[in-house]
């Protein structure tokens, strides 16, 4: 495998965090998860997102920073990193949640922040509609989620969309419609073959069948 620290992102419900463990433990690599557990002010947010946005995106905001800060100490004892976020993250739902004033300070420590961590070597982007989404949502039982409103995730999938559009990382998007990593182990095999391979590419398309 060519890329020593991998990105999988995607909407609520995308299937990150699942394919981040199997890419993981298939390369044994050291794997970073979101801490979104130890999160107060989450199922907060979503009972009061008006009261609550601006502490949510600061604490994770805090929590990626500190994680992705430790990744190049950690570098020393494992060759290869997986994380089922990026950094960007922050900045694309603070966009989502907060008011123009509060997203101009949040930018300037996003900003602030930025430039001093690692940056991945490959970015997989899982795409879902919003049907498959909420049905994700409702089996995996976050009760603080079964709320999530299909306008809200029709608006992470459109910022996300532009980003992709300026991300200057290797990418690799991959429609998960028909797509089952936990449970078709072809599907995975299809992944790490083209992942194994030394492809030249900014953006890719990977069509999984």
């Known amino acids: 495998m060519n890329y020593r620290h991998i990105a999988v992102e995607g909407n609520i419900g995308a ?17 970073v998860l979101e801490a979104y557990a130890d999160n ?23 929590g990626r920073f500190t994680q992705l800060k430790a990744l190049p100490a950690q570098e020393l004892f494992h060759d290869k990193i997986v994380t089922d976020y990026t950094f960007a993250k922050s900045k694309l739902f603070a966009r989502i949640n907060l008011g123009d004033d509060e997203y101009s300070l949040f930018r300037q420590l996003f900003d602030i922040m930025e430039p001093s961590l690692p940056t991945p070597d490959l970015l997989i982007y899982l795409h ?7 049905r994700n949502i409702r089996h995996r039982g976050r009760a603080y989620e079964q709320q999530i ?31 089952d990593f936990l449970n078709q182990p072809d599907h995975f095999r299809q992944l790490t073959d083209f992942l194994d391979k030394d492809y030249e590419f900014r953006q890719h398309y990977l069509a999984i069948n």
């Open 149 to 179: 409103a299909d306008d809200y995730l029709e608006q992470i999938q459109q910022v996300y969309q532009q980003y992709l559009k300026q991300e200057s990382c290797k990418t690799i998007i991959i429609d998960m419609v028909n797509t």
């Open 128 to 134: 879902a509609p919003l049907h498959q989404l909420q």
């Open 15 to 31: 299937g990150k965090t699942a394919l981040a463990q199997m890419l993981a433990a298939h390369y044994q690599a050291k794997l």
């Open 40 to 62: 107060n002010f989450l199922p907060k947010f979503y009972e009061n997102p008006t009261a609550y946005a601006f502490p949510l995106e600061l604490s994770f905001l805090a």
